[in-house]
Each structure stands twice: as C-alpha cells, then as structure tokens.
C-alpha cells in the first residue's frame, strides 16, 4: 500500500491540538483492547521489535484512549499497547477521550492503521464492509474518508469475494492484491488452483491476465477449464516430453481431474518410434 494523503486526519477526528490535551499515564492494566480493531493480524516480529524500542525509548505517542465501566478502551494505539505489555511497562501514556460514539472511535482506529500501512489487505475491506453495514457510508464517503478515489474502494471489497484459502495466501504475502482482482471473479475451484500456480511458479500478474483469458475464451467456447489449468501447472513437463518424443502431448481430462494422457502420431512409424523410446524408459 503506498503512503497517501488521508481525508481526515486523526487530529480532525479527534479534535487533538498537541498544546491541548492532557497526557496522562495509567496502569497498563486499566487498558482493555477494542472489539471494534479494524486490524485482525498482528504481525509478531515488528510487534516484538517495537517492544524493544519502548524498553529503550519508551512509547513516543500517547494511546487514545476512552473510559469505559472503569476501564479505559482503546481508540487508537493498540499495536504500542500490545508492544508496551511484551516490554513489561506497568504505566503507559495515554490521551483520554470521552465523547467519542462507536462510528468515530472505528474511523479513527482504521486511519491510524491505514496511515500507519498496518492493516493487510483483508482487514482494510473487512473494515469498508464494516463502515458499509453498520454505519451505512456509501463507497464515495469511504473514499472521501481515507483519500482515494471511489473506484479503490469498491476493487478492495471485491477481495471479500475471494476463497479462504486464497485470502490467506494474501494475507501471507504470497500474492499481491494485483494477483487477486484478476482471479477474483473466478470460481472458487479456479481461484485456488491459480493461486497455488502463482506462488509455486511465482507468476507475475501479466501472466496471470494471460491464464484467465485463457480460461475466459475456453468458457465461452464450453471447453475444459481444468484441462487449461493442469496444462498450465505442469507446462515444464509437457514441454520437455513433447520435445524428446517430436510429437504433440495432449490430456482429456473431466472436471474432477481424472482424464488421459494422449501422445499423438502421424503414422506408423512415427508410432513406433515412440513406443521404442517408451519401453526403453
């Protein structure tokens, strides 16, 4: 995700001007994480590494924070918060907040996380679906929000459409949000076949583009999907038989996978040429 200019600032939101608010430091146990974190994936190691960072420095920037039952929930800073516990603070530094609805408290955690490039993929729709559903913003006043275009917008809630599998290899890193919006409207048995081809042949997204108009035109044509992805995931093979037999290789596969291997011929001596190579195998 590249650096961008947001909508609305965290300070707009929460009407924060430096020289005004009130640092204070709390027990660490008074602190309860939000049920509402746009973020669902904490990545361990930089959580570990700002860990060590606090112990040296300290936490830098005060959490936002809101009372609640005689606690005080997080707005805005649950990764200092988490990074804070590992280094074993008994007090950290926090802004405390106690106007703020829910619909507030979310749109500043998702900015703090989109600006801080925390959120993977996944949690940023999961957090526009969100905004969507519950809070009834349309895509534009999303977009409005983090400042992007609409269209940004609704291509990342597209990525919700997406297998299990699929979103978990995205999630890991195995494959790009380029990757995704080019599968993403395939079958679900056609997403993850393609996804597992992309990270074991590491596929850049042209080449995928390349394989989906290839699934698209067999479609259209009501040929064999499976036929154009097994061709695909083992085109090294193919290739090599067919150049030490000199003949074309072909499969005639159902759509469970089961199918025939089929080596074809000219003529009979072409024929025999090719069962001396086999039996000396």
Not at 27 to 36: A, D, K, L
Not at 161 to 188: A, D
């Amino acid at each position: 995700m590249n650096k961008r200019k947001l909508g609305r600032g965290l300070g707009a939101l929460l009407d924060i001007e430096e020289n005004n608010n009130i640092v204070k430091k709390i027990n660490i146990e008074r602190v309860i994480p939000s049920e509402i974190q746009p973020r669902k994936f904490f990545n361990d190691k930089t959580i570990n590494e700002l860990a060590e960072s606090i112990k040296k420095y300290g936490i830098l920037n005060p959490i936002i924070v809101k009372p609640e039952n005689g606690k005080f929930k997080i707005i805005s800073g649950e990764r200092r918060y988490r990074a804070a516990k590992i280094a074993n603070l008994e007090e950290i530094p926090v802004i405390i907040k106690d106007d703020l609805n829910e619909k507030i408290s979310f749109e500043i955690s998702l900015i703090e996380n989109i600006h801080r490039e925390d959120l993977n993929p996944i949690d940023e729709a999961e957090s526009y679906e969100k905004l969507i559903k519950e809070f009834n913003y349309t895509h534009q006043q999303i977009a409005n929000l983090i400042g992007k275009d609409r269209t940004y917008v609704t291509n990342m809630l597209r990525l919700l459409n997406l297998t299990e599998f699929v979103k978990t290899q995205l999630i890991n890193g195995n494959l790009t949000v380029g990757h995704c919006k080019v599968i993403v409207n395939l079958s679900e048995e056609e997403q993850n076949k393609i996804c597992e081809l992309i990270i074991e042949r590491k596929l850049s997204v042209r080449e995928v583009e390349n394989l989906v108009s290839k699934i698209k035109n067999k479609k259209d044509n009501k040929e064999n999907v499976v036929k154009v992805l097994l061709f695909q995931e083992f085109k090294n093979y193919f290739n090599n038989i067919s150049s030490k037999l000199n003949t074309k290789i072909d499969i005639d596969v159902g759509k469970k996978e089961k199918g025939k291997l089929l080596i074809h011929f000219k003529n009979r001596d072409e024929l025999k040429k090719i069962l001396e190579y086999i039996s000396k195998l």
